[in-house]
């Protein structure tokens, strides 16, 4: 099928992962990112319909969302917290919890919203398109993870500085090697919904909105 041709993979996997963020980082749109996350998402979708329909029908895989995934995700995010905490504490004091003082009213929303409207459309190009889509490149074990994490972190340097693509690098082995072990696009995306909630909250989620990009 051409749609699985290698050298078609190539061209995509250029312009899609390379050429657009590459794009978005050049002409600062990091304002416009959500459209161009769920244009990419969307296309995402349209390509696992017309060519991985089989794997888009266990997409969710709600059956890994289980005690026994959760707590290492848990323990894990927890360790993070502390570091993400001590890391702004030391970087940038002045922004930490700067989200209760200046903009309180949005906390609730910021909660419900970033799973749906950022987490899950990240999740679902980064780890359930990513891997099927690329797995003759990179295949589906360690290099896989790297690869998703790279691309990951090279996305947010569409924020223009150091700590959005930083952040994200580790972030994105964290929820490749989750979706690794469980194909599961729920759990890495309640996974990320909580790393990305906590960010928020403490003042870092500036990297992810502000920093430089103006």
Known sequence: MRYRNKNV??????LLCLVVPGIIMVNKWAPQMFLFLWAATIYGYLVMRLVYRDRLRTLWNWQAVCWQNL???????LIACVGMTLFLLIYDPDRLFGLFHYRPEIIPFLLVLYPVVSALPQEFIFCSFFFERYKDFFGSGSKMVIAS????????????????PTLSFFGGLIFASTYRKTNSLALVTIEHGLYGN???????????????VQ
Do not use: D, Q, S, T
Not at 71 to 77: A, D, E, N, S
Not at 153 to 164: E, F, R
Not at 199 to 209: A, K, P, S
């Open 71 to 77: 707590k290492p995700v848990l323990i894990r995010w």
């Open 198 to 212: 906590f960010l928020f909250l403490i003042g870092l989620g500036f990297y992810f909105y502000g920093g430089n």
């Open 149 to 164: 994490g790279v691309m990951f972190a090279y996305a947010h340097c569409l924020y223009i500085n150091p700590v959005a």
């Open 9 to 14: 993979l190539r061209v995509e996997f250029f």
